[in-house]
């Protein structure tokens, strides 16, 4: 998905939440092999992302960027589940 507004693009505002069980580390390694030169802070993004997680701010085109962090770890019948949040910003 990233990749895809990469190439074509994303309108400012656009927000995506994917929720996923126990493959954390399964996508954040992945994201950090494909987007280690985007990592950055995003310090005060969102009060609810984890500081200890990579963060990624992957710019679209010279006006906007996507910012790629996640986001609060709930337990749900006995299990972990993450989200990943990709939001589109201004430059």
């Known amino acids: 998905m990233i990749k895809h507004w990469m190439t074509y693009g994303k309108e400012i505002g656009t927000k995506f939440i994917l929720t996923y069980r126990g493959l954390s580390n399964h996508i954040v390694s992945g994201l950090l092999i494909e987007f280690e030169k985007f990592l950055c802070n995003l310090e005060g993004v ?9 963060r990624f701010a992957i710019k679209l085109n010279s006006w906007s960027k996507i910012f790629v962090y996640e986001i609060d770890v709930k337990r749900n019948y006995g299990y972990a589940e993450s989200q990943l949040a990709l939001t589109v910003v201004e430059n």
């Open 46 to 54: 969102d009060k609810q992302m984890f500081l200890h997680k990579p």
